[in-house]
């Protein structure tokens, strides 16, 4: 066999990822509570094309065809959640055992598989139940998210070792409570701090929980990060990129690691009246839980943000200095812009110290269908996935402890408030159905893993 170009270290974790509401469908079977993302979409405007979550993947029924397609891929990890009202109906409380064998059954089958499960344990699916007492922007929320830590981590955490709290709590506290694109759909600026305060304190406290019911564990949290640059040298446009980066990364890592909320974001949080009564939902010790030791973080990297400030509300717009090819703008509109990844790898290493990175999320929206043959010619994908690993690769030589990769998607899924218009899968799903075709992406992923490179 030829040497690879790009050989990865030994023990990489080659993995896949999906999150429970996007693909297990089943929202009302067995016992299972309402979660807010199911309020959501069934309120009509929300979601491209009224979309909803209902059947999804409909992986709530077919997950054992699904783990025997992650074996043919030969993946050594899965990334998934767990759906909470799946768990705890009504947030906290009487559990739904049902609901909890189905993880138990999933988890047992990977181990089976020989496939490593690493579960977050919320993918933005809260609770319905939680959101009408107030939701992420009540402590009440943070301590039910502890009781649910506990539930799923005494019945998994023997077999379980990898856990992740929340999966990007800047785009559940923005999207969810500032701006209202996403679930619960609130439009208020001084709900989204509040939530993005509980998401974090819930964190810390889940920490502790998770280390003393799984032994031996590894636990961290996932952030969102992109490659966040100006537009240009003039200073609006320098200071608007470092405005976005504060808001949607450091608000979030800064805590995590000991710094606490970064003061020149408490300022623009300030001015924008988001802060009314100060930051008067902190308490005392607050931080100190925040910035519980982790094992971990997962990095979420897609997209370079450009700032351009000349607009009208000062807000970031994502400016197109490529030209408008497919090859550089995916079909969200995301930039492809692979040395962003080397970059955040480089940048979240030596300013943060983690002791790990997992880059949790990292994939490209590509909507190419089966043809004639039934093949799915993905080549923009692949060309998308082996520039970042090799950007990947490059920081990793810079001493970068980077532990695995997760594709986003292991298939294609319900793509939030853009429906099933955005297929981000290396396996092809067919929604009338169900069956799943491997796209030339995930043939090309599997020689990867079984060479440790490419
Ligand atoms: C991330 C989400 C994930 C998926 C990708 C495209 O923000 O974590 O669920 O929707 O974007």
């Known amino acids: 066999m030829a040497k690879n170009l790009f050989q990865f270290p030994n023990g990489f974790i080659w993995g896949a990822a999906t999150a429970s509401y996007q693909v297990e469908g089943a929202w009302n079977k067995h016992g299972k509570g ?14 491209n094309n009224n979309d909803t979550g209902d059947v999804a993947d409909d992986h709530y029924r077919l997950w054992k065809k699904d783990i025997g397609l992650m074996k043919r891929l030969g993946l050594k990890g899965y990334r998934f959640s767990i759906s909470w009202p799946r768990v705890l109906p009504m947030g906290r409380g009487k559990v739904n055992k049902k ?31 939680l959101e009408d007492e107030g939701g992420w922007p ?29 999966n990007e709590p800047a785009v559940v506290a923005w999207l969810g409570y500032s701006i209202g694109e996403h679930a619960p759909g609130l439009k208020d600026h001084s709900l989204g701090v509040q939530a993005a305060h509980h998401l974090l304190l819930s964190h810390g406290w889940a920490m502790s929980v998770i280390h003393s019911n799984s032994q031996n564990a590894e636990a961290g949290i996932t952030l969102n990060i992109g490659w966040k640059a100006a537009a240009s040298n003039s200073v609006a446009d320098l200071k608007l990129a470092r405005q976005d980066d504060g808001q949607w990364f450091r608000w979030f890592a800064d805590p995590v690691y000991g710094r606490g909320y970064p003061s020149d974001m408490v300022e623009f949080f300030t001015k924008m009246g988001a802060l009314p009564n100060g930051m008067d939902f902190v308490q005392q010790g607050d931080m100190d839980v925040i910035s519980t030791p982790t094992q971990f973080v997962g990095l979420n ?7 351009r400030a000349n607009d009208a509300d000062n807000s970031p717009q994502v400016i197109s200095l490529l030209p408008k090819t497919p090859e550089n703008w995916t079909d969200m509109g995301w930039e492809n812009f692979p040395d962003g990844l080397t970059g955040v790898l480089g940048r979240v290493y030596f300013n943060y110290q983690p002791l790990k990175i997992y880059i949790t999320e990292n994939g490209a929206s590509y909507s190419t ?10 080549v923009q994908r692949i060309n998308y996935l ?5 950007a990947a690769h490059r920081a990793i030589q810079a001493g970068v402890p980077l532990a695995g990769y997760f594709i986003w998607s ?15 899968g290396i396996v092809w799903v067919d929604y009338e159905t169900q069956e799943r075709i491997l ?16």
Do not use: C
């Open 410 to 424: 292991l298939m294609d899924n319900f793509e939030w408030a853009h429906g099933y218009s955005q297929r981000f």
């Open 138 to 166: 009540m402590r009440s929320t943070a301590e039910a998210f502890v009781e649910y830590t506990d539930v799923i981590t005494r019945a998994l955490g023997d077999r379980v070792k990898n856990w992740t709290t929340h």
């Open 99 to 129: 609901g909890l064998d189905f993880y138990s059954r999933l988890v047992d089958g990977l181990l089976n598989a020989n496939i490593i499960p690493f579960i977050t344990l919320n993918h933005w699916d809260l609770p319905q139940a």
């Open 34 to 47: 309402e979660s807010i993302w199911d309020r959501f979409a069934h309120t009509p405007g929300k979601i």
């Open 386 to 390: 082996k520039s970042h690993l090799a």
């Open 369 to 378: 269908p089966p043809d004639e043959n039934g093949n799915v010619p993905d």
């Open 301 to 307: 990297y897609y997209a370079r943000q450009l700032a």
């Open 439 to 454: 796209k030339d992406s995930a043939k090309w992923y599997r020689t990867v893993i079984k060479r440790n490179g490419f």
